[in-house]
T-cell receptor, first 115, second 113 residues
Framework: DTEVTQTPKHLVMGMTNKKSLKCEQH?????MYWYKQKAKKPPELMFV???????INESVPSRFSPECPNSSLLNLHLHALQPEDSALYLC??????????????FGPGTRLTVL | GDSVTQMEGPVTLSEEAFLTINCTYT??????LFWYVQYPGEGLQLLLK?????DKGSNKGFEATYRKETTSFHLEKGSVQVSDSAVYFC????????????FGTGTRLTIIP
């Protein structure tokens, strides 16, 4: 299984809502990532988890809260978002973070719209 | 810091034409280099990679060679198909256990029948 799955595929939320994005992989990877991608732009790294511990937070606002309950799952909790947070949110995983050889496998993304 | 400079798009070609998308990079040490493809409405898929100088990555008829002397990793395909229409991202990952992927700006490719 070389797949990263993400749910939901689409999400529309108001600025006062709380929602969560979910990501799952069963490749035994120990590094997982959240990216944000705006239209016609490359993905921007948000968070990196390595062995279920947060290792990188790219100065992301606290209205985004990541969680890694176990080595296969990665969540992104959303609260009090702004319309400018509307984007495609991509999850990725890699074998680990210790080598530049390890490619990242991406999920299909969740398209988020904040009203 | 690390950076990737990618050919500006959009690129429009006729079916069966030869494709080149230029990519150059700046990085310390010996990064690994990647090409990712993003089809409309989808996530990124790894197309090919190369992890050391003179390595050639290849997949689905696409090729790219890691040229350290010119710091380049140009993507080529001899005969493109309509199904190759997508956005292509060149990316590098640093050589010191750096988890971050540095992406180019992406090149939108459209193939017309």
């Amino acid at each position: 299984d070389t797949e990263v799955t993400q749910t939901p595929k689409h999400l529309v939320m108001g600025m006062t809502n709380k929602k969560s994005l979910k990501c799952e992989q069963h490749m035994g990877h120990r590094a997982m990532y959240w990216y944000k991608q705006k239209a016609k732009k490359p993905p921007e790294l948000m968070f990196v988890y390595s062995y279920e511990k947060l290792s990188i937070n790219e100065s992301v606002p606290s209205r985004f809260s990541p969680e890694c309950p176990n080595s296969s799952l990665l969540n992104l909790h959303l609260h009090a978002l702004q319309p400018e947070d509307s984007a495609l949110y991509l999850c990725a995983s890699s074998q680990n973070t210790g080598s530049s050889y390890n490619e990242q496998f991406f999920g299909p993304g969740t398209r988020l719209t904040v009203l | 810091g690390d950076s990737v400079t990618q050919m500006e798009g959009p690129v429009t070609l006729s079916e069966e034409a030869f494709l080149t998308i230029n990519c150059t990079y700046t990085a310390t040490g010996y990064p690994s280099l990647f090409w990712y493809v993003q089809y409309p409405g989808e996530g990124l898929q790894l197309l090919l990679k190369a992890t050391k100088a003179d390595d050639k990555g290849s997949n689905k008829g696409f090729e790219a060679t890691y040229r350290k002397e010119t710091t380049s990793f140009h993507l080529e395909k001899g005969s493109v198909q309509v199904s190759d229409s997508a956005v292509y991202f060149c990316a590098l990952r640093g050589s010191f256990g750096n988890e971050k992927l540095t992406f180019g700006t992406g090149t939108r490719l459209t193939i017309i029948p």
